[in-house]
């Protein structure tokens, strides 16, 4: 009877290296040529884009910004790498918190091509926007509503 017990335990010792083994081996080598492209993925890091950012259904970006109380969009292609404004203007307006009455901008080009700028606005810079993309013959080309604080920058 003692034999069994002995033979059941080493029995249980051999299962166990079996199943610790696998575990310590090591994983098969990668290739140098995949080991280049981990290293470039993460060595570049993901752009970012400042202010409200906008997906557009394009798979492309709006960046909503306020620079020298003026409502400024820029635009970014799917890698989030400024590109050509794609629109020629763009209708905003919004309820301000201290008037009564809607307050709306044309955003029109901002002279270097990738950016659409209004006319000054007043603060606070707290309000929901609506904001129309137009193309060069005043069609509607997307709209979009975007909340706006600037406390959340």
Known sequence: MK?????????????????????????????????QEETAKTDEPEPTIPGRVINRANG???????????????????????????VARANAHWNPKNK??????VLNSGGDGMTLVSAPINP?????????LLSENGDAVESFVVNYNQAGE
């Not at 606070?124 to 129309?132: H, V």
Request: glycine share 2%.
């Open 3 to 35: 034999t069994n017990v002995a033979f059941a335990k080493s029995l249980l010792l051999v299962a166990s290296f079996g199943l610790v083994l696998p575990m310590l081996a090591k994983p098969p080598a990668k290739p140098a040529a995949a080991k």
């Open 60 to 86: 492309t970006f709006l960046s909503l910004t306020i620079e020298n109380n003026a409502l400024k969009l820029a635009f970014y292609d799917a890698k989030k790498k400024p590109m050509a404004a794609d």
């Open 100 to 105: 009564k009455n809607e307050e709306r901008r």
């Open 124 to 132: 606070p810079y707290n309000f929901i926007l609506y904001l129309n």
